[in-house]
């Protein structure tokens, strides 16, 4: 599925069985929260800190599609084309970064 595939079904679902989308501020709130679900995930998973019982089921995959659902909700709501940002994005770290990483010398 492409981005552009994927802002679709979202916008398909949202219409079917969401309603309508939650304001822009709510779905900011929303994607602050779903980070930081993933965010705790993976500091006790791969970080220093001890997984909670809790913790231990949880899918990393599906958190990270959770990120990813409110992310193009918001894409959808302010008109953004996700395929187009990104390729714009990885352009201007192309130009920007095509020396830097290689000359990092905390990265050999």
């Not at 501020?25 to 994607?31: D, G």
């Not at 930081?36 to 970080?47: D, F, Q, T």
């Not at 959808?76 to 990104?86: H, I, K, R, S």
């Amino acid at each position: 599925m492409t981005l552009e595939q994927s802002q679709q079904e979202v916008d398909r679902w949202i219409k079917t069985h969401g309603v309508r989308y939650f304001n822009e501020l709510t779905n900011m709130a929303i994607l602050t929260e779903e980070v930081g679900e993933l965010a705790r995930i993976m500091a006790r998973r791969y970080g220093e800190q001890s997984e909670k019982e809790s913790d231990k089921g949880k899918d990393l995959g599906d958190e990270m599609a959770d990120v990813l659902w409110v992310l193009i909700c918001l894409a959808n709501q302010t008109g953004v084309n996700l395929t187009e940002a990104f390729k714009k994005n990885l352009e201007k770290k192309t130009e920007r970064d095509k020396e830097r990483h290689r000359a990092n010398p905390k990265l050999k």
